[in-house]
């Protein structure tokens, strides 16, 4: 039975614990509407670019001059997966369930005799797969530093990507990263980006005008190829970084939940102990009286 | 036939504009075009270089874009720039610019053969629109 200071003692530490996850999850809230605001001012111009490219790769990419980048290198033997993480952690499942699909597809490839290379982005997922799989990371990139994610940040992954692509170190690109659903439910996605793969346009969707390109066909999907990547990378970063702040708010607001009702429990339990402590003294002075 | 048509400006991090234009001049990789309303429909690359938009009661809006590229239909133009700012745009549209140039620069002393020549130009363009915004 613990003393009635030792419960007092709890109850207080429990008390400011509360008040951490409670003031953690006021912050999360915050920062996921600007999150969810970027995503949001994100999605036409990711729209656009993939509704012009599938077209474009539609018209050019049956051809034989197709560009690496649709058509990919012709064998599937090297896969380069980008695990997308977060930095801090603290956000209930968010991390582990990426690298739950990472693992996954990890074993899924390996088993298939592939080789895999792994490029973590955030510290957290790095932490979990490095020991298992340290032997396999390339590279890592930083995200700490960070504070609101960049068309900047994404151009930068993408082009570090494309070098690794056009030196022939891997086959495959797949990105790893959790889809924003709603604050209590994020989707772990799993997308291959290089060799490009578009969604079949929608039969009896307007076949849209005919355009004409300028310089060329070719010539407009060379250089719009290496901007798709660095947006749906971009799309993915900031989709993560609601699905981080979205994840950790629910968290935080079952810790702030729980919290509240250790105190109520402990509050029973002190009261009880204060009582059984003053009817104990209660009987002490009136057997003491009785005995006079 | 329209005499104006609908005018987006949108890089990956927000929409910029969206206004009905009378007509619209762009700055694309193989010289400057405008594009008015019924325009064949055409997608072009863009080059880095200023953005002029003429809104239905003739004010004239300057941006400056970077690289991307423009959709233009009869009735509409969608510009998707991988960075644009306002033109009259000092401070910081302007630093930003000028770490764009910086890392073109070094980008294009790297660069070889024909992959050179297309760094360079992006350089030369890059600092004609930065004299073109004084």
Known sequence: MPSLKDLKNRIDSVKSTRKITKAMQMVAAAKLRRAQDAAESAR??????????????????GSDGAPRLIAGTGSDQVHMLVVMTSERGLCGGFNSTIVKAARL??????????????????????????????SLFVDHVDMSEVKKVG??????????????????????CTIFYNKFISVISQEPTVKQIIPATFEAPEEGAEAGALYDYEPSEEGVLADLLPRGVSTQIFTALLENAASEEGARMSAMDNATRNAGEMIDKLTIEFNRSRQAVITNELIEIISGAEAL | MANTMQFDLVSPEKRLASLEATQ???????????????HAPVIVTLRPGLLKATGVDGTVTQYAVTGGFAEINADSASVLAEFATVGDGQGTARAALEGFLEEARKRAGEAQGESKDVAEKFVADLVHLLEAME
């Open chain 1, 105 to 134: 597809k990890i074993e899924e490839l390996k088993a298939a005799g592939k080789t895999v290379k792994i490029l973590t982005v955030g510290k957290k997922g790095r932490e979990q797969l490095k020991r298992d799989y340290r």
């Open chain 1, 151 to 172: 068309y900047g940040n994404a151009s930068a992954i993408a082009k570090d990507l494309m070098d690794r692509f056009d030196a022939g170190e891997f086959d495959v």
């Open chain 1, 44 to 61: 036409p111009y990711a729209e656009r670019m993939e509704a012009v490219m599938s077209g474009l790769a539609a018209s050019v990419g």
């Open chain 2, 24 to 38: 619209v001049q762009i700055p694309a990789a193989e010289g400057d075009m405008t594009a008015m309303p019924d």
